[in-house]
């Protein structure tokens, strides 16, 4: 086994069992729903916006541990970032995962999140780790709920 793979394992494992700001924000102001219909996995996220910075985020419902890690690492990515600058990660990150960004060049905002780059080569898990990413670009634009399937699909978008 690769390094690499190992880590994605080991990552995925850990936020997987200890799932980062799992839960919902009392007085949050955005809020949205994203299901995956293939699975019938779903997460409900909700933030506190002010000023245009995200300064509470949190997230719960039920995934695959794929897209559980991701959540988890999504909302501790984004905690504390500008609107702007989280909506730039989820570009970056949809790039990454559909294979349209080079996760080694210099040119991105992923740091940590770089552990997802292997979902482009599994075409069934890409949806999966892109789903939190799809919720959160949702709740920033007041957008109820998304699906990764059909118009709203995060992956027919940047085909
Ligand atoms: Fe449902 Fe991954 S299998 S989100």
Wanted: hydrophobic share 35%; charged share 25%.
């Amino acid at each position: 086994m690769t390094d690499m793979r190992q880590l994605y394992q080991e990552v995925i494992l850990d936020h997987n069992r200890k799932p980062r700001n799992f839960g919902s924000i009392p007085d949050a102001n955005r809020h949205a729903d994203g299901h995956n219909p293939l699975c019938g996995d779903h997460i409900k996220l909700s933030m506190n916006v002010q000023d245009d910075k995200i300064e509470a985020i949190a997230f719960e419902g039920h995934g695959c541990a794929i897209c559980k890690a991701s959540a988890s690492m999504m909302t501790g990515a984004v905690k504390g970032k500008s609107v702007q600058d989280a909506e730039t990660m989820v570009e970056e990150f949809r790039g990454m995962s559909t294979g349209t960004l080079d996760p080694d060049s210099a040119d991105h905002h992923l740091g940590k999140l770089k552990i997802f780059a292997g979902v482009k080569d599994l075409p069934s898990r890409v949806k999966c780790a892109i789903l939190p990413w799809h919720t959160l670009h949702a709740a920033l634009n007041s957008e109820a709920s998304i699906s990764t399937e059909g118009e709203a699909d995060p992956v027919n978008d940047h085909a």
